[in-house]
């Protein structure tokens, strides 16, 4: 696995370097690119975002393979090929079992914190749902998720100001300056999906069922989640980490919303080190913005984005760089750039992924349906300035 993301990392960057030719040899001739360049470009481009998105699912399935076996050997479970395919086939025994009517409904799930553990043990059909879930929802891979038991409103504590200091002469009075405390509450949207599969699918012991049901469920409500905790209005859904973004730097008028080098740069300091200076930093934005963002340059012809080696994130301006498909493309008024402070952001999730069957609602196309349902709620808890928002300017 090793070799293969080196391979596709030496690939991506040698693009990177015939993409800047081109770039370069515009800019030295004081013009935009040609019709032919443009669509030289937008090949590159578009081929280093298809070799970056095989490199990250490469690294995560070997984090989940580091995972899983940790997790086995806390459990004392054998760490042997042969362990691994019992379970994978227990799984798939389970769904089985569900199709034929074996048994009526079964949960994969992980354990939910509580004020006494936050150990989280998951199975493998757990795992390959929220995979799939996570690859559909960059929101939900950057921020903070809490798992809990029951689907009361949860609170979040959080400090909306802190405590101010002051000189005082001496023998003089110390003013009382208190930090001023709020809370954030999460609930529990549902969402559901529903997954039909035939009889002749069910009883193919060739097929891997488990594994189909995942990708689809997983797939469903990673897109819907994703939407919902990227722009939502928190009106019968959760908040999403757009929405919930305060104002970094608008751009000038007379462009269409597109963004400068300038503007990126300015938007990197409208967050305080307070928040830079911590883990989670980085940006978000869709293809199309990532596309211009990587024809920019600083005052000293430097470009702003770097691509990322040995499976490492893009980075921009030094910070890795996300791309999230329900952001906007810059445009008038569009927010299309954030940057910030990421796990600011809470995603609260109830007990476990469910799953649960169904002869009837399909008898007469001799189909099973599967109900997946997972409850979460979403805010960014820190409002004050931990991510901010670059939108186009309105005219």
Known sequence: MDDIVKNLSEDRARAWEEAKVLLDGAASENRDLSAEESE?????????????????????????????????????VRPD?????????????????????????????????????????PTSVYDRIVEHLVQTNVVRDHATVLTTSAGETLSVPKSTANSSAAIISEGGQISESDPTLGTTS??????SVLVALTAELANDSSLDVAGFLARQAGTAIGVA????????????????????????VTG??????????????????????????QPGVGWMMNSTAMAAARKLVDSNGAYLFAPGLNGDVDQLLGFPVYLNDSMASPGLSAKSVLFGHFPSYFIREV?????????????????????????????????????????????
């Not at 030289?40 to 580091?66: G, V």
């Open 225 to 248: 989640t994703r939407g919902h905790m990227t722009t939502g209005d928190g009106s019968s859904k959760p908040y999403g980490l757009v929405t919930r973004s305060t104002a970094g």
């Open 186 to 191: 999460l609930g529990a949207y549902k969402y």
């Open 252 to 277: 000038g008028t007379g462009v269409t919303g597109a963004f400068t080098g300038d503007d990126l740069i300015d938007l990197r300091y409208a967050v305080t080190s307070s928040y830079t200076s």
């Open 40 to 76: 030289a470009f937008d090949r590159i481009n578009a081929d280093l975002d298809a070799k970056d998105a095989r490199i990250q699912s490469i690294l995560q399935a070997e984090e989940r393979a580091r995972n899983i076996e940790e997790s086995r050997a806390r459990l004392g």
């Open 351 to 395: 007990n476990g992924i469910d799953i649960a069957v169904s002869d009837d609602l399909k008898f007469d196309y001799d189909q099973r349906v599967f109900r997946v349902q997972l409850r979460t709620d979403a805010d960014l808890v820190d409002t004050t300035g931990a991510v901010k928002h670059f939108v186009g300017g309105a005219s």
């Open 81 to 121: 090929f042969e362990a691994r395919e019992e379970e994978v086939d227990q799984d798939d025994l389970t769904v089985r079992r569900l199709l034929n009517g074996e048994i009526r409904s079964a949960r994969f799930e992980k354990r939910a914190i509580s004020k006494s553990s936050a150990t989280m043990v």
